[in-house]
């Protein structure tokens, strides 16, 4: 079966939907003006919305007429980045230093355009909870949703995401047996040390050189201590230190990143960073502090709800349409603590070409319209047959 007809003839209305997404961004925990949209979508389709589910997030209850007690969740992420437009179309955004750069607009659009076939059809038997979910982009919107629980006032068995790809041809989705994209901790170092005159480093504990060493020591935690297929990062990006040429500063601040696949991969490079950190330090007569910041899990797909999105994307899109051997990517994901809950899979739907420079999370991105009836296809799909 193609991309539903239906769905197809409210392309326009979706393409509405998404621009105005688009024009009025909202960043993390804020998406006020962006729940009432959805809630007054969600009510104008006959489904009822329950609202401030992680804050600011929104869930949908939609029952089908068919017999059956299933239940499945669908999640779509609202929140827009704290980054300027260089767009130039009419539905830029209308606020200051706020973008929908990573494609959100069109998530929710898919997913309200999902909801609206579904409420008119009703093909299926049980409960879809159609999830809003505010705060991706680092706040963990997603694990707010399950602490205040998502999963206990709304009993579905299985949970179900989606992000739209650029890079990857439209017709297309990215299906991942396992992980799908990484943990992403962070690190703090500090280097304590004995500052003075510059000219005199003999009466002084450097702590620049030392962290020199410590900088060099962590790159061996992936070569030395990760399997060699597994993926991992370990990334020092901020260095703060020093106030003048000519002193020598009694400490110096590392920050960084670690991104791994495997839990037992991210519990090797946090005890490594500690260990390198202290054991150079103490070897030069230094003492080093460190703060180590577990963030979002990494996210992983079960198996069998990855073969299952396997096919209902193949009943959309066409029997050459899942693209199984892309590697995982190294970015993060809050769906993963959703996932930690319940099975089920998240897809990368491809969004075509967007032109150089214009990938996610830059300042001339914007979603591919062209894809919305696509997505929602998926979604309308997977409830139908899930729920049969």
């Not at 130039?88 to 209308?94: A, D, L, M, Q, T």
């Not at 260095?239 to 110096?252: F, K, L, Y």
């Amino acid at each position: 079966m193609p991309i539903i007809n239906s769905i197809s003839n409210i392309k326009k209305e979706m393409q509405e939907w998404r621009r105005y997404l688009h024009e009025n961004p909202e960043l993390g925990f804020e998406e006020y003006n962006t729940s009432k949209f959805i809630v007054k979508k969600l009510n104008e389709f006959g489904i009822k919305a329950f609202q401030n589910i992680g804050k600011t997030g929104v869930v949908g209850v939609l029952k089908g007429s068919k017999k059956g007690d299933g239940s499945i969740g669908l999640r779509a992420d609202m929140d827009a980045l704290e980054m300027p437009e260089e767009n130039n179309f009419e539905h830029k955004s209308k606020s200051k230093d706020k973008m929908h750069a990573c494609g959100h607009d069109g998530h929710m659009a898919m997913l309200l355009g999902a909801a609206k076939y579904l409420s008119e059809t009703k093909n299926f038997g049980g409960t879809v909870y159609f999830i809003f979910q505010p705060a991706e982009e680092g706040l963990g919107g997603g694990k707010v949703m399950v602490e205040e629980g998502l999963f206990q006032e709304f009993p579905m068995q299985t949970v179900w995401g989606m992000h739209n790809w650029p890079g990857l041809d439209v017709g297309k989705a990215a299906i991942h047996f396992g992980p799908v994209m990484a943990s992403a901790d962070t690190f703090k170092i500090t280097i304590i040390g004995k500052g003075g005159h510059a000219a005199i480093p003999h009466l002084t504990h450097d702590p620049v050189p030392v962290s020199a060493s410590i900088i060099s020591g962590l790159q061996t935690l992936v070569s030395r201590n990760i399997n060699p297929v597994n993926s991992a990062v370990v990334s020092v990006t901020m260095i703060r230190a020093g106030t003048a040429s000519n002193v020598i500063p009694d400490e110096v601040e590392m920050r960084g990143t670690c991104r791994t696949l495997h839990q037992q991969d991210r519990e090797k490079l946090e005890n490594g960073i500690k260990n390198i950190s202290k054991s150079i330090a103490q070897a030069s007569g230094l003492d080093a502090e460190i703060d180590y910041f577990q963030g979002y899990p990494s996210t992983e797909n079960t198996i069998k709800e990855a073969n299952e999105a396997c096919e209902i994307v193949e009943d959309v899109m066409g029997v050459n349409a899942v693209e199984k051997n892309i590697p995982p990517s190294m970015a993060s994901e809050d769906f993963s603590y959703m996932l930690k809950e319940k099975p089920g899979a998240y897809i990368w739907l491809g969004a075509g070409n967007p032109g150089e420079g214009k990938m996610l999370h830059n300042s001339c991105y914007d979603f591919n319209d062209e894809i919305l009836p696509i997505g929602a296809s998926y979604w309308s799909r997977l409830v139908e047959i899930k729920l049969s």
